[in-house]
């Protein structure tokens, strides 16, 4: 059972920045595949970006130039940078994982973080 909690997120003015953080359990935290989802109200849940082992990384289209997701494999933390944040980047942002196992691989989602963008 792998849990992940979320924290960092509030209220930015657009074009504002912050930085939301992914702690996760497990002690194989280093072969997850590690990532961030977003949901607003009326709006599918939205993957926006993704980290691999090997730290291969992908964004949504929407955040790209804009958003970075990284990881510790030290602290067992997972990252995204938001900076020129937009009032449509408001929603719920939840902390992924895959764990990635040859039997018994699974998805995980924390309770996520609330970011806020509005002047």
């Known amino acids: 059972q792998v849990q992940l909690v979320e924290s960092g997120g509030g209220l930015v003015q657009p074009g504002g920045s912050l930085r939301l953080s992914c702690a996760a359990s497990g002690s194989a935290f280093s072969t997850y595949v590690m990532g961030w989802y977003r949901q607003a109200p009326g709006k599918q849940r939205e993957l926006v970006a993704t980290?691999?082992?090997?730290?291969?990384?992908n964004y949504a289209d929407s955040v790209k130039g804009r958003f970075s997701i990284s990881r510790d494999n030290g602290e067992n933390t997972a990252h995204l940078q938001m900076n020129s944040l937009k009032p449509e980047d408001t929603a719920l942002y939840l902390c992924y994982c895959n764990t990635r196992r040859l039997i018994g691989s699974a998805n995980y989602w924390g309770q996520g973080t609330q970011v806020t963008v509005s002047s």
């Open positions: 980290i691999t082992s090997a730290g291969i990384t």
